[in-house]
């Protein structure tokens, strides 16, 4: 493999859809949770913009790109091949989800 792209981890927050169809009332609605977001990729360009990373590469291809724009990053940390492993995240049983 000719690259040797750092692989990173990027903390950010992301903007999601908080209902389906019809949702809760205004004053319930205004209640709410901006999601932190945990991704770990190969750092393909890092500029005052944002990042961009991607989930799987060849010797002349990429695959699963992710641009995060700078304003929504809380954090990079590189060697993140280190730090996964002690990551912990809610399962979907545990966050109610199935």
Do not use: Y
């Amino acid at each position: 493999m000719k690259h040797n792209l750092p692989i990173v981890k990027v903390v950010w927050e992301d903007a999601c859809h908080d209902t389906l169809g019809w949702g809760d009332s205004p004053e319930k609605a205004r209640e709410f949770q901006v999601p932190l977001v945990v991704s770990v990729g190969f750092l393909l360009a890092e500029t005052k913009q944002g990042v961009k990373i991607c989930q799987s590469l060849t010797d002349d291809a990429i695959a699963q790109s992710l641009v995060i724009p700078r304003k929504m990053i809380q954090s990079i940390e590189r060697g993140a091949w280190r730090c996964v492993k002690n990551l912990k995240m809610k399962s979907s049983s545990e966050s109610g989800k199935n």
